[in-house]
């Protein structure tokens, strides 16, 4: 079965720094571009970053550019979104999201099928 667990999430301050990770099993992770969203309460679910399933653009959201980076490792088969810089309008669920691509360079115009649980990253000021 697809599984998808986030982790590294917490509480940190203003122009603070996060690395979540997204680790995926029962799927070839090299075929599937991998997404992060948030959702803040009361608010509508977003797309921060992708990454294609074939090495190459990736797609950020304007609010984070330059603040955030994903990458990914295919031998763990783990995503991660280092955060920088955060911000307390950052402040949400992070969730790790998953989609067969299969020699896809692109991730940014696709539905996603597979979820993770979220992990929770919290900004103060």
């Known amino acids: 079965e697809v599984q998808l667990v986030e982790s590294g999430g917490g509480l940190v301050q203003a122009g603070g720094s996060l690395r979540l990770s997204c680790a995926a099993s029962?799927?070839?992770?090299?075929?599937?571009?991998i997404g992060w969203f948030r959702q803040a309460p009361g608010k509508e679910r977003e797309r921060v970053s992708c990454?294609?399933?074939?090495?190459?653009?990736?797609y950020y959201t304007e609010s984070i550019k330059g603040r955030f980076t994903i990458s990914k490792d295919n031998a763990k088969s783990t995503v991660y979104l280092r955060m920088n810089s955060l911000k307390p309008e950052d402040t949400a669920v992070y969730y790790c999201?998953?989609?067969?691509?299969?020699?896809?360079?692109?991730?940014?115009?696709?539905?996603?099928?597979?979820w993770g649980q979220g992990t929770q990253v919290t900004v103060s000021s």
């Open positions: 990454i294609s399933a074939a090495d190459g653009s990736n």
């Open positions: 999201a998953a989609v067969f691509r299969a020699g896809s360079y692109f991730c940014d115009m696709y539905e996603y099928d597979y």
């Open positions: 029962g799927f070839t992770f090299v075929d599937y571009a």
